[in-house]
T-cell receptor, first 116, second 115 residues
Framework: AQKVTQAQTEISVVEKEDVTLDCVYE???????LFWYKQPPSGELVFLIR??????QNEISGRYSWNFQKSTSSFNFTITASQVVDSAVYFC?????????????FGEGTQLTVNP | EPEVTQTPSHQVTQMGQEVILRCVPI?????FYWYRQILGQKVEFLVS????????KSEIFDDQFSVERPDGSNFTLKIRSTKLEDSAMYFC?????????????FGPGTRLTVT
């Protein structure tokens, strides 16, 4: 069975603060992909990043960075110098190549509110 | 930039009625998906479709659901006899396949309200 846990239901920060969204996953597969999606108030799902299980390098894209640690089965997402436009629900997702094809299993999501 | 489109954006229907949700995937994509999101909850996988047949489906995707690619551009989800609990946002997604198989691009969603 696969499972994605986002323990933080809601986070509220003030603009310019750094914020980290946690994601812990469970899988028996050795080959899998992890994702982050953003869902702004308008409702669409915006792809942010994909990481495969063999690539543990951290990634930085502008104010966004991701920390993938297989030893703790975590794939955390940090927003540096948060902005009001970052307010959204953020979903972590898992895809197991070996057992369940390309379907995505999503976590419950973290509602991030950035206050001015 | 190419994008997945979905129509309608909002559909209201009465319990027991049939609905068809429509999606136009990105043109060179080969894999198609439907997901749903009940209000305030997580996104759940329904079905994936490749080469004109279902490749995977979840336990949610029971006999009242069906999918079809009626032509070269549309991908539809039909719910035969809607129930109140089918009220949700339905997302279509597509991916190119190959090394980009796991990069799914989502449409804006169709909000289905069953009364």
């Amino acid at each position: 069975a696969q499972k994605v846990t986002q323990a933080q239901t809601e986070i509220s920060v003030v603009e310019k603060e750094d914020v980290t969204l946690d994601c812990v996953y469970e899988t028996r597969d050795t080959t899998y992909y992890l994702f982050w999606y953003k869902q702004p108030p308008s409702g669409e799902l915006v792809f942010l990043i994909r990481r495969n299980s063999f690539d543990e390098q951290n990634e930085i894209s502008g104010r966004y960075s991701w920390n993938f640690q297989k030893s703790t089965s975590s794939f955390n997402f940090t927003i540096t110098a948060s902005q009001v436009v970052d307010s959204a629900v953020y979903f972590c997702a898992l895809s197991e190549m070996e057992t369940s094809g390309s379907r995505l299993t999503f976590g419950e999501g973290t509602q991030l509110t950035v206050n001015p | 930039e190419p994008e997945v489109t979905q129509t309608p954006s909002h559909q209201v229907t009465q319990m027991g009625q049939e609905v068809i949700l429509r999606c136009v995937p990105i043109s060179n994509h080969l894999y198609f998906y439907w997901y749903r999101q009940i209000l305030g909850q997580k996104v759940e996988f329904l079905v994936s479709f490749y080469n004109n047949e279902i490749s995977e489906k979840s336990e949610i995707f029971d006999d009242q659901f069906s999918v079809e690619r009626p032509d070269g551009s549309n991908f539809t989800l039909k719910i035969r006899s809607t129930k109140l609990e089918d009220s949700a946002m339905y997302f279509c997604a597509s991916s190119e396949g190959g090394t980009a198989l796991f990069e799914q691009y989502f449409g804006p969603g169709t909000r289905l309200t069953v009364t």
